[in-house]
């Protein structure tokens, strides 16, 4: 374990992990503050800009949005055919919604457009908790998830009455905030415990009742990590391409929106070309994809199309093929890139740990550290805490950014936090020697045949390969 420094920021205690430059947007805040920690320089390498074990602690006021009630003014985002918006526009959305929903259950079908942008960030930064499905889900998915909550408020983008009506018939319109249309479904909503914040679906479960609850401390703590091991500031433009809906979309938006960065948002893909001329001329600085999307652009020879003011490239979401990943690390490594491996769960708002660029080679298939403000650890089947290297286990996250728990019913969201920080991942996983991290498989992947157990996971791998 190595140590770190650590700050006082308007009351929250900060550590930055082993190495790490503070983001130029913290800079002034954190200055006079620290008490430098003493490491090796192969324990900086290993932890690049993050090591697990520190703490951050969230106060009640989130801290999300200190840089837009500062910097009303600023840009927020671009959001293509010279539209822009501004920090200020999130403090008017969340006016409206508060006058109109109070605390209250918002059903908003997302869309990568500004008002749908707007409406959420405005939810969250007041009383109301959004649900996020995905706004191109079919009505006949989505009617049930609705029916089983039953919240008083719908929110979705304009063309989409004819969704809105099979939704919610008698649904009234109340308000807009741009494009996206807040109605009033005629249902009463759920009563909600004091610390939700936000409700997303389960990985892969679009239409699924099984909801993750999440608190405002929990959005902050995540939100601040990546902010720190990515080294992000005000000066970041990230192509913001990925749904929103879906936690590492959101994650994207959290940790820029902290940092006073301008989103380039866009429901456009890699495959069109006006993706490519958006991020050309908008300067785009960072992107963020998943593993279909990096071997869908290596198999077409894309990445030539990648701007050059491009320097961060990350990939959470599964697992990625190690030949692409180290043609990626090495392409990123020979252009003077940075190439992040990520690996997170929705239950942890949603990032857990990375690898850094500087052992993207080295480390290659790791998941390497836990993020700043967070512990990794593993368990045997008995519970027991591996220490050994070498030894597989299950994987257990400890941190501020670990779900409340999770809702299977309306009754559900009046829980409080069920899981105290503590998250069981259902991933197996060994530690080498120097304390970096290799995913093993899922618990509930493997097979026990002749006494033997066999991954099915790696099995996959191998024909893969």
Same mark, same amino acid.
């Given at each position: ?22 983001? =130029? ?22 932890? %690049?800009?993050? /090591?697990? %074990? ?8 989130? /801290? ?8 009303? $003014? ?7 055919a010279?539209?822009?918006?501004r920090?200020g ?21 997302? =869309? ?16 109301a ?23 008083a ?8 009455? *004819? ?14 905030? +741009? ?8 249902? $009463? ?26 608190? *405002?401390?929990? @959005? ?19 192509? *913001?391409?990925?749904p929103?809906?879906?936690s ?15 989103l ?14 958006f ?13 279909? !999307? ?17 320097? !961060? ?6 697992? @990625? ?5 180290? =043609? ?9 890139? +940075?190439f ?16 850094s660029?500087a ?41 501020? &950014? ?7 019913? +309306? ?7 069920? &899981? ?27 097979? /026990? ?5 066999f ?11």
């Open positions: 374990m190595c140590a770190a420094d650590t700050w006082e920021v308007d009351g929250l205690t900060h550590h930055r992990p082993c190495g790490a430059a503070v983001p =130029r947007s913290l800079r002034a805040s954190f200055a006079g503050k620290h008490a430098p920690g003493m490491f090796s320089d192969r324990q900086k390498s290993l932890a %690049g800009e993050g /090591k697990s %074990g520190n703490t951050i602690e969230i106060g009640k006021i989130m /801290k999300l949005f200190a840089f837009a009630n500062q910097n009303p $003014e600023a840009i927020l985002a671009r959001c293509g010279g539209e822009t918006l920090y526009e999130i403090g008017k959305a969340e006016a409206l919604l508060a006058r109109q929903t109070g605390r209250a259950l918002i059903f908003l079908l997302c =869309r990568n457009t500004p008002g749908t942008l707007l409406t959420y960030l405005g939810a969250i930064k007041g009383p908790v959004p649900l996020l499905p995905d706004a191109a889900a079919p009505a006949e998915l989505l009617k049930p998830l609705a029916e089983r909550y039953r919240p408020w719908l929110a979705l983008p304009e063309d989409l009455a *004819a969704k809105a009506a099979a939704l919610c018939p008698a649904a009234e319109e109340r308000g807009r905030v +741009r494009d996206c249309v807040l109605l009033r479904t005629g249902w $009463e909503g759920p009563a909600l415990d004091e610390g939700l914040k936000l409700l997303l679906t389960t990985s892969g479960s679009t239409g699924s009742p099984k909801l993750v609850r999440l608190s *405002a401390k929990n @959005l902050d703590a995540n939100a601040l990590s990546i902010a720190q091991y990515l080294e992000i500031d005000r000066d970041e433009r990230p192509l *913001a391409s990925l929103m809906h879906y590492y979309g959101m994650s994207v938006i959290h940790s820029h929106v902290l940092t006073g960065a301008a380039l948002l866009t429901s456009r893909t890699v495959l069109e070309r006006e993706f490519w001329r991020a050309e001329a908008e300067g785009a600085t960072s992107f963020a994809g998943v593993p279909y !999307t990096y071997e869908m652009m290596d198999r077409l020879r894309m990445r030539e199309l990648f701007p050059d003011s491009l320097r !961060t490239l990350t990939k959470a979401g599964g697992h @990625l093929r190690e030949d692409l990943q180290r =043609r990626y690390a090495g392409w990123c490594r020979d252009t003077g890139r +940075r992040f491996v990520m690996y997170g769960q929705t239950e942890a708002s949603p990032r857990m740990s990375y690898l660029p052992l993207s080679l080295e480390k290659c298939g790791g998941i390497g550290c836990a993020v700043p403000g967070g512990r990794l650890s593993l368990i045997d089947e008995s519970g027991g805490e591996i220490t050994a290297a070498g030894r597989t286990g299950e994987l257990v996250y400890e941190g501020d &950014n670990v779900c409340l728990g999770y809702a299977q019913t +309306r009754e559900d969201l009046l829980r409080g936090d069920e &899981n105290r920080g503590r998250l069981y991942t259902g991933d197996l996983a060994w530690r080498d020697a120097e304390g970096c991290y290799f995913l093993a498989g899922r618990k509930s992947r493997f097979l /026990k045949l002749a006494g033997k157990r991954s099915l996971d790696r099995l996959e791998q191998l024909l893969e390969e």
